[in-house]
């Protein structure tokens, strides 16, 4: 290839699924969000355990999200919870931590 040119290649979706056949199922809580009003109420805590509860009935052991890496509150919240930072795997960038609870 020549500096600069890009290669794209595509595969059919029936080798992804073919190759994802020995890897685990994860649960990826995509938003999670409490008004300011209602934190410190035990709200979050409750949400979350019912999360966790739905993964675990789909079979599923393993819960992860992202959090901005400044994002302070909401880091500690989810470490208090059993969360631990991990590296970002799922390609959601720099700015971004990924969390992970075995469930």
Known sequence: DE???RVVR???FSRV???ALGLEAVA???QFAISEAWRGSGLA???LREAEDLARSWGLKILTLHVQRDDWQPLRFYQKNGFEITSDWMG???QRFLLIKLL
């Open 3 to 5: 500096p600069g040119e």
């Open 10 to 12: 595509s595969v059919p």
């Open 17 to 19: 699924c073919e190759a």
């Open 28 to 30: 990826y809580l995509e």
């Open 45 to 47: 805590q409750k949400m």
């Open 92 to 94: 959601r960038g720099p």
